[in-house]
Nanobody, 120 residues
Framework: QVQLVESGGGVVQPGGSLSVSCAAS????????MGWYRQAPGKQRELVAT???????DYADSVKGRFTISRDNGMNTVYLQMHSLKPEDTAVYYC??????????????WGQGTQVTVSS
């Protein structure tokens, strides 16, 4: 089994910055990709950003130029730096990992979520 533990988040004013991080632990053979999704009240969960083992990165159009995803391979940790935050960025942010938890197969794991609130 693999656990994803998020930290960070909180409340920030519009235009401010915030960071969240996610550490993967447990039976990890190899990480295929890690990333962040978010879900606002009454909306579906949506992709924010992902980074794969080859460091290829994908961002949602709504966060391009404002958010930066990065990873620390040695620590199995992924970070999301958020700048120029807008009220519409308010959501629960979930860490996602596609991780080989055995030699032959990978599974998708989710963190418990961390609240990001952008409000004046």
């Amino acid at each position: 089994q693999v656990q994803l533990v998020e930290s960070g988040g909180g409340v920030v004013q519009p235009g401010g910055s915030l960071s969240v991080s996610c550490a993967a632990s447990g039976s990890i053979f190899r990480i295929v990709a890690m990333g962040w999704y978010r879900q606002a009240p009454g909306k579906q969960r949506e992709l924010v950003a992902t980074i794969n083992a080859g460091n290829a990165i994908d961002y949602a159009d709504s966060v391009k130029g404002r958010f930066t995803i990065s990873r620390d391979n040695g620590m199995n940790t992924v970070y999301l730096q958020m700048h120029s935050l807008k009220p519409e960025d308010t959501a629960v942010y979930y860490c996602n990992g596609r991780i080989y938890d055995s030699v032959t197969s990978w599974n998708e794991y989710w963190g418990q979520g961390t609240q990001v609130t952008v409000s004046s």
